[in-house]
């Protein structure tokens, strides 16, 4: 299966990109081919909003958007890893979120896989419900089929993160 994760953290050592690299592992040994695009040090520009793609058809800004889209098109799972911004995800992961519309129909029939990294500093019952909520109802959206969303509560830094993270992340990296 061909996977594109997309990342959306500054720190390319961070918690999100550690569990996405556990992810990756997994996934390569179960046979996989994974692809990453890093939204946050890629040339990525928030969209216009400007219509001209018709939510069919290419973006009208020359940056990496439009070769994402094609990669995406091409991927049978799609994977968004993030730290979590204001109980969100970050501005980063949402830029390339909001390009999707350009390709919205497409990317609804192929009903592609897909899953979720989130990563938060602080470990109680509030910090994860924004994100999952709101990822919930994208993969509705988007007819994405739900391959699992491993919420990394106390994940601040790799050195307070629960070890059991990285064995849940590659678990999801094997199993999507
Ligand atoms: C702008 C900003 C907003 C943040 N908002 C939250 C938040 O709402 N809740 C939380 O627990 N952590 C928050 N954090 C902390 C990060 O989610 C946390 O440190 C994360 O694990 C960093 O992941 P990374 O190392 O992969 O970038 C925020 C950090 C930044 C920079």
Redesign the pocket.
């Known amino acids: 299966m061909n996977i594109l994760m997309l990342t959306g953290?500054?720190?390319k050592n961070?918690?999100?990109?550690t569990l996405a690299r556990e992810f990756i592992r997994g996934a390569r040994e179960a046979g996989h081919q994974v692809e990453v695009y890093d939204c946050a040090h890629g040339n990525l520009h928030p969209c216009y909003g400007c219509d001209r793609c018709g939510m069919n058809g290419d973006c009208v800004q020359k940056d990496d958007g439009n070769e994402v889209l094609k990669k995406l098109l091409a991927a049978d799972a799609v994977v968004f890893v993030t730290?979590?911004?204001?109980?969100g995800m970050s501005a980063q992961l949402k830029t390339m979120v909001d390009r999707l519309y350009a390709r919205n129909g497409d990317i609804t029939r192929k009903r592609m896989k897909a899953a979720l990294i989130a990563?938060?500093?602080?470990d109680d019952d509030t910090?994860m419900k924004g994100i999952k909520t709101h990822f919930d109802i994208i993969f509705d959206y988007l007819a994405f089929q739900n391959r699992g969303m491993l919420l990394a509560r106390g994940?601040?830094?790799v050195g307070m993160m629960p070890k059991r993270y990285l064995d849940e992340a590659y678990a999801l990296g094997t199993n999507i």
Do not use: K, R
């Open positions: 953290s500054p720190h961070g918690t999100s990109n730290p979590v911004y204001y109980f990563t938060a500093w602080n910090v994940a601040g830094t």
